[in-house]
């Protein structure tokens, strides 16, 4: 019942952060590894917390993202009409390897996919990856990929 509870006051938190243009910051996190790199993550479970993702945030700390987890493995795809921030998408596999890495442009209804199905994205301030020297292929840890 608590858990239950506390799923829908998530929910709702997300919901009203969309309605009022406020950017959710409140979210669970969990730490990743890109090889010698930790990355602290925020972590968007449900429908409203992924559709709410990074939007109307004005700054993000490097080496912080948000990773977006979906039930089930399928071509994922996402879009910035309401983020200000330029991201990187990760596709990543459930192994925790990333299927390729895609640069978005802010507050734009472009669609970026992934290029098979997948059931994890990470969303990282842009140019991270690339000054890591992380690219398609690499493999991602932490608890979500050791399933």
Not at 78 to 91: Q, S
Not at 92 to 118: E, F, R, Y
């Amino acid at each position: 019942m608590k858990q239950r509870l506390s799923a829908i006051f998530l929910s709702l938190a997300a919901s009203m952060a969309l309605a009022q243009g406020a950017p959710q910051l409140d979210l669970p996190r969990t730490k990743l590894s890109a090889g010698m790199y930790l990355i602290d993550t925020q972590v968007a479970t449900t429908a409203t917390q992924r559709a709410t993702g990074l939007m109307f945030r004005t700054s993000m700390p490097p080496g912080e993202g948000m990773l977006f987890v979906f039930d089930t493995p399928a071509e994922q795809c996402f879009w910035m009409k309401n983020t200000l921030l330029p991201l990187t998408a990760a596709f990543v596999a459930d192994d925790g390897t990333i299927v390729n890495l895609v640069d978005m442009k802010p507050q734009s209804t472009d669609s970026h996919c992934s290029q098979k199905p997948v059931r994890y994205v990470l969303e990282m301030n842009q140019g991270w990856f690339e000054k890591k020297g992380i690219k398609a292929g690499a493999k991602l840890g932490g608890a979500p990929f050791s399933k």
